[in-house]
């Protein structure tokens, strides 16, 4: 059956329907991993978006119990050039299809997704709806369509849960967190505690953590400003903090770091960032609009990591304050392992 995604400048692509049968809008987004669709699809980071997978073909994997980065995926659809019709014979697995018509997210595919990209570079953001028809009442729709603000909001958990282990404790703030997050501490007997995005000073100190990390997520690090600040004042210095993804923003932003939009969102596995002390190159999973101008940063860190595409701060880490920032997503999930020493780094820091 055709359909149509159409955006706010007035394009349309036609393509063949497949997932749901509903209407969806949302923010267009490129997804450039050539692999790792599920994590792609159920990462809380691209809540909102409608994602336009740059692989030739997704699909055939089909979806297991493993790769979940949340139970309920918050995308508002998929955008592919094709779907493999077959995958895994194991009873283990689900085909991509009935996964999405089960979530109700809706998918195109045959889709010119090259010309997606060329609009996207030029465009830092577009509203994008697939829809039955492309007639002037559907682009008279998405151009009246807001898009909401402060999505950390919408997808971070409402009510604290434990993630329990034998070793430090950590607090974790949940602005949108990866289950793969909590799998690696886990893989280091961290006992974690997942708290709301806006959990008080007492929320935490009454956990009495050996360490604090904010999660990746999505929105804009300016959205949690008042949100975050008390919990950055408070425990700067007092404990170990980990800034992962949208709480690396947020962290850089409460140090007075300079913020920089980067020319199109980085949402895939493949952005290589170099190890500036020892000259390694690592090759990170990113979803993210913004890094860091490294000349704003006034304050020596015992290393550094830069984007290699932009020469923007990626990373860094001072032991003396207690701090550790990545823009980059150190568990992979999908892409490489290369950063996982992250994770050890945060528990040496611990103590």
Same mark, same amino acid.
């Given at each position: 059956?055709?359909?149509?995604?159409?955006?706010?400048?007035?394009?349309?692509?036609?393509?063949?329907?497949?997932?749901?049968?509903?209407?969806?809008?949302?923010?267009?987004?490129?997804?450039?991993?050539?692999?790792?669709?599920?994590?792609?699809?159920?990462?809380? @980071?691209? *809540?909102?978006?409608? %994602?336009?997978? /740059?692989?030739?073909? $997704?699909?055939?994997?089909?979806?297991? #119990?493993? &790769?979940?980065?949340?139970?309920?995926?918050?995308?508002?659809?998929?955008?592919?050039?094709?779907?493999?019709?077959?995958?895994?014979?194991?009873?283990?697995?689900?085909?991509?299809?009935?996964?999405?018509?089960?979530?109700?997210?809706?998918?195109?595919?045959?889709?010119? @997704?090259? *010309?997606?990209?060329? %609009?996207?570079? /030029?465009?830092?953001? $577009?509203?994008?709806?697939?829809?039955? #028809?492309? &007639?002037?009442?559907?682009?008279?729709?998405?151009?009246?369509?807001?898009?909401?603000?402060?999505?950390?909001?919408?997808?971070?958990?409402?009510?604290?849960?434990?993630?329990?282990?034998?070793?430090?404790?950590?607090?974790?703030?949940?602005?949108?967190?990866?289950?793969?997050?909590?799998?690696?501490?886990? %893989?280091?007997?961290?006992?974690?505690?997942?708290?709301?995005?806006?959990?008080?000073?007492? &929320?935490?100190?009454?956990?009495?953590?050996?360490?604090?990390?904010?999660?990746?997520?999505?929105?804009?690090?300016?959205?949690?400003?008042?949100?975050?600040?008390?919990?950055?004042?408070?425990?700067?210095?007092?404990?170990?903090?980990?800034?992962?993804?949208?709480?690396?923003?947020?962290?850089?932003?409460? %140090?007075?770091?300079?913020?920089?939009?980067?020319?199109?969102?980085?949402?895939?596995?493949?952005?290589?960032?170099?190890?500036?002390?020892?000259?390694?190159?690592?090759?990170?999973?990113?979803?993210?609009?913004?890094?860091?101008?490294?000349?704003?940063?006034?304050?020596?860190?015992?290393?550094?990591?830069?984007?290699?595409?932009?020469?923007?701060?990626?990373?860094?880490?001072?032991?003396?304050?207690?701090?550790?920032?990545?823009?980059?997503?150190?568990?992979?999930?999908?892409?490489?392992?290369?950063?996982?020493?992250?994770?050890?780094?945060?528990?040496?820091?611990?103590?």
């Amino acid at each position: 059956m055709k359909r149509y995604l159409i955006l706010e400048d007035g394009s349309s692509f036609e393509g063949e329907s497949f997932g749901a049968s509903i209407i969806s809008t949302g923010e267009l987004a490129i997804q450039t991993g050539n692999f790792g669709y599920q994590e792609a699809l159920t990462d809380p @980071t691209n *809540a909102g978006k409608i %994602l336009v997978f /740059t692989a030739p073909m $997704i699909g055939g994997n089909g979806i297991n #119990a493993i &790769d979940y980065e949340s139970i309920n995926p918050t995308v508002k659809g998929i955008i592919a050039n094709d779907v493999a019709r077959n995958i895994s014979d194991s009873e283990n697995f689900q085909d991509l299809n009935s996964f999405l018509q089960e979530k109700n997210i809706p998918a195109l595919y045959a889709v010119d @997704t090259r *010309a997606l990209v060329h %609009l996207l570079i /030029t465009e830092k953001t $577009i509203k994008a709806s697939i829809m039955d #028809a492309s &007639d002037a009442h559907a682009f008279d729709q998405i151009k009246a369509l807001v898009l909401p603000k402060n999505k950390s909001a919408a997808v971070s958990t409402k009510n604290a849960y434990a993630a329990p282990n034998v070793g430090k404790t950590v607090a974790v703030l949940d602005l949108g967190l990866k289950h793969s997050m909590l799998r690696e501490l886990s %893989l280091r007997k961290i006992n974690a505690t997942v708290l709301p995005f806006d959990a008080s000073v007492t &929320d935490i100190d009454n956990l009495r953590p050996d360490g604090i990390i904010i999660s990746g997520g999505p929105g804009k690090a300016a959205e949690l400003k008042a949100t975050l600040e008390p919990v950055f004042s408070h425990f700067y210095g007092k404990y170990p903090i980990w800034g992962i993804g949208l709480g690396f923003l947020a962290l850089s932003d409460y %140090l007075n770091f300079e913020l920089v939009d980067l020319p199109e969102e980085f949402n895939g596995t493949n952005y290589p960032v170099i190890e500036q002390n020892c000259n390694h190159i690592w090759q990170t999973a990113m979803n993210i609009s913004q890094l860091v101008l490294a000349d704003s940063v006034q304050m020596e860190m015992k290393q550094e990591y830069f984007d290699l595409h932009s020469d923007l701060l990626a990373g860094f880490c001072n032991p003396q304050k207690k701090i550790i920032g990545t823009a980059f997503n150190a568990e992979g999930a999908p892409g490489s392992l290369d950063a996982l020493s992250i994770f050890d780094d945060f528990v040496k820091m611990m103590g």
